[in-house]
């Protein structure tokens, strides 16, 4: 199936530092998800993207589309220590006719140091 | 308020001994999933549902059951549970490409 590549696995930085990550995929996407799981939570939604090119923020937070489809990035300023945890891009794939169902990337693990 | 519901938490099985997930929601949503979380394999997806007696096979779906007879509850079922189903198990329900996850149950199968 499609699949998501994400990068960095894993990120140690200090309080402060701005955060950048990206999933690519070999197939187009028309919709770009990223997710924080909180350690011992379920994942919980960050941004939606819809359109390519389209860059979204949320606080610290900013997303981008990628004008390929093809790709997203999410970056996070002045990190604080909540900002730790894992962070998921997930987008729909079609799995025949109208029925879609969601793939994740394998996740970027953020430590924040204070 | 807006919640998806496992139940149990946490739960220490032995190996074939049948077990049932319970998964359910209070938000009328017609799309739910189960995903399995393993470490540096992220979330794969065991099975979903776009409705009531509508269901259809994940990226990982061997070994698993679902049912839904009704549209706030879908249960995830193993009717033999191996170790290599040891794992951190989510529901998840949708509306409008928001995917609200369940808190999670971490399955450990001896």
């Known amino acids: 199936g499609q699949q998501l590549n994400q990068s960095p696995q894993s990120m140690f930085i200090q309080e402060g530092e701005d955060v950048s990550m990206n999933c690519t995929s070999s197939?187009?996407?028309?919709?770009w998800l990223w997710y924080k799981q909180d350690p011992g939570e379920g994942p919980v939604l960050l941004i939606a993207?819809?359109?390519?090119?389209e860059l979204t923020s949320n606080g610290r937070l900013t997303a981008q589309f990628g004008i390929t489809r093809k790709d997203s990035f999410l970056n996070i300023s002045a990190s604080i220590p909540s900002d730790v945890g894992i962070y998921f891009c997930?987008?729909?794939?079609?799995?025949?006719?109208?029925?879609?169902?969601?793939?994740f990337g394998k996740g970027t693990l953020l430590t924040v140091n204070p | 308020e807006a919640q998806v519901t496992q139940n149990p938490r946490y739960l220490i099985t032995v190996t074939g001994k049948k077990l049932t997930v319970t998964c359910s929601q209070n938000?009328?949503?017609?799309?739910m999933s189960w995903y399995r979380q393993d470490p540096g394999l992220g979330l794969r997806q065991i099975y979903y549902?776009?409705?009531?007696?509508?269901?259809d096979k994940g990226d990982v779906p061997e070994g698993y059951k679902v049912s839904r007879k009704e549209k706030r509850n879908f249960p995830l079922i193993l009717e033999s549970p191996s170790p290599n189903q040891t794992s951190l198990y989510f529901c998840?329900?949708?509306?409008?490409?928001?995917?609200?996850f369940g808190p999670g149950t971490r399955l450990t199968v001896l």
């Open positions: 997930a987008g729909p794939v079609n799995s025949g006719g109208s029925n879609y169902k969601l793939t």
């Open positions: 197939s187009i996407f028309n919709t």
């Open positions: 993207l819809y359109k390519a090119g």
């Open positions: 938000m009328n949503h017609e799309y």
């Open positions: 549902s776009m409705n009531v007696e509508v269901t």
């Open positions: 998840a329900s949708e509306f409008s490409d928001t995917q609200y």
